[in-house]
């Protein structure tokens, strides 16, 4: 774990949050957010992974600590997935613990008897999905629908429903199933933009189009296709709904689905939100998951890829020795990662003078000016990097108070 006493202070982040307005909120019905991970179940559904029943224990384990508020596991796909779902529920976390499984009384008996609270039940509700799929009718949908509702109730589970491929819906339909689903007593209902396939103000006036017929609690679980998700999910989240769902590094059936990190941090400072989760876990969680899941970070990945705190061009290097806020969002502590500054062709004199400090040479302008000629005469682009650790951070101001 990260050390405690490196992390920031809540209003470091927050003092560097933006000095416009355009980001707030005029709508004071905004109210508190939960989040669901579900990298043990979506996160599986990524080409290429498949984790152990100990990798899947800690990661429960370390999402707990972390903070979220609900974890996602299928306990259907085989008995291997059972048992890690039994050992889960039977570790006793802070978090929800919900076995997705689909609208079959069958597959409701297996959550049964992993001594499941929470069951996430789903049932496709688009046209295309239940002619070319299921091969059911609307009717019918409506039926197993309730009927799963029902029997889940009268075992005593809490439940939420998922009317899988919602955004591709019959609006009108989507509205009857889920009036008959929260009539029938479903403790939340999740709306999935299963294909990828909403821009923000459509899954804006989806969540707003189901809330107008119901009060029950709504999730949004957004899939990225078109690199929208955690946009569409935050759209979500301002039309009403009040859990996100997220996997770490957005893992999930072909591109996946909103990132943990993207979402956490992005209602913390555009939104404001005091979320009770350690964001100074964010780097871990995503390179466990790195390992765990064998899908290499992008090291361009927002907050947690190696590139989201290296600071390059001349300019951007002399204003983050002076304040690293110029150059960044949260600091890279708030989230684990660390800061790194590049040297080579695109050095400036302020790079260079902090690099001769670091290195023990006492030197003046001048010689600083020299030295980024001499970086820029190589012509062989970026030479190396160093990454930053407290002390030489220290350095970097001890130049700024000599020049
Ligand atoms: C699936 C479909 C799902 C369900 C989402 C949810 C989707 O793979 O089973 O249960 O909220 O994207 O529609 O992931
Ligand atoms: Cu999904």
């Known amino acids: 774990m990260v050390n405690s006493k490196s992390e920031p202070k809540m209003t470091e982040i927050e003092s560097r949050s933006l000095a416009n307005n355009y980001n707030d909120i005029h709508d004071d019905s905004l109210g508190d957010v939960l989040i669901l991970d579900s990298t043990l179940r979506e996160g599986e559904q990524a080409p290429g992974v498949s984790f152990t029943m100990r990798q899947r224990l800690q990661i429960a384990w370390m999402l707990d600590y972390f903070g979220v508020d609900a974890i996602e596991i299928s306990p259907i796909i085989s008995p291997d997935h059972k048992e890690s779902c039994k050992r889960i529920i039977k570790a006793g976390l802070s978090a929800n613990i919900l076995a997705h499984v689909r609208a079959l009384p069958e597959d409701i008996d297996v959550a049964l008897d992993c001594d499941a609270k929470w069951v996430a039940i789903y049932h496709s509700v688009s046209d295309i999905h239940l002619k070319h799929k299921l091969r059911i009718s609307r009717e019918e949908a409506i039926s197993r629908s309730v009927n799963a509702v029902e029997y889940a109730k009268s075992h005593g589970l ?37 294909l990828g396939i909403l821009r923000p103000i459509g899954m804006y006036n989806l969540v707003k189009t189901v809330r107008d017929v119901i009060d029950t609690p709504l999730d949004v679980h957004c899939h990225n296709d078109l690199g929208l998700a955690t946009a569409n999910s935050l759209a979500g989240f301002e039309a009403g709904a009040s859990q996100i769902h997220v996997t770490i590094n957005g893992l999930g059936e072909r591109v996946g689905i909103a990132p943990l990190a993207e979402v956490v941090v992005a209602l913390t400072t555009i939104y404001n939100k005091k979320l009770k989760v350690k964001l100074d876990m964010l780097k871990e969680l995503s390179d466990l998951i790195e390992m765990y899941s064998g899908v290499r970070t992008p090291e361009s990945k ?24 110029a150059y960044e969002l949260v600091p890279p502590r708030a989230v684990g990662n660390r800061r790194r500054i590049i040297f080579g062709e695109l050095s400036g004199k302020h790079g260079a003078a902090f690099l001769l400090r670091v290195l023990g040479l006492n030197s003046s302008m001048e010689e600083a000016v020299k030295l980024a000629q001499g970086l820029k005469r190589l012509r062989c682009g970026d030479l190396f990097e160093l990454s930053l650790s407290e002390e030489l951070e220290g350095e970097a101001l001890k130049v700024e108070d000599k020049f």
Do not use: M, Q, W
Request: proline share 7%; charged share 25%.
């Open 302 to 325: 927002p907050l947690v890829g190696v590139n989201a705190y290296k600071h390059k061009a001349g300019t951007h290097v002399a204003a983050i020795i002076r304040n690293p806020a």
């Open 158 to 194: 809490r439940l939420r429903f998922t009317v899988e491929d919602a955004s591709r819906a019959d609006p009108s339909f989507l509205k009857i199933i889920c009036k008959e689903i929260s009539d029938a007593g479903a403790d939340r209902i999740s709306l999935p933009d299963t």
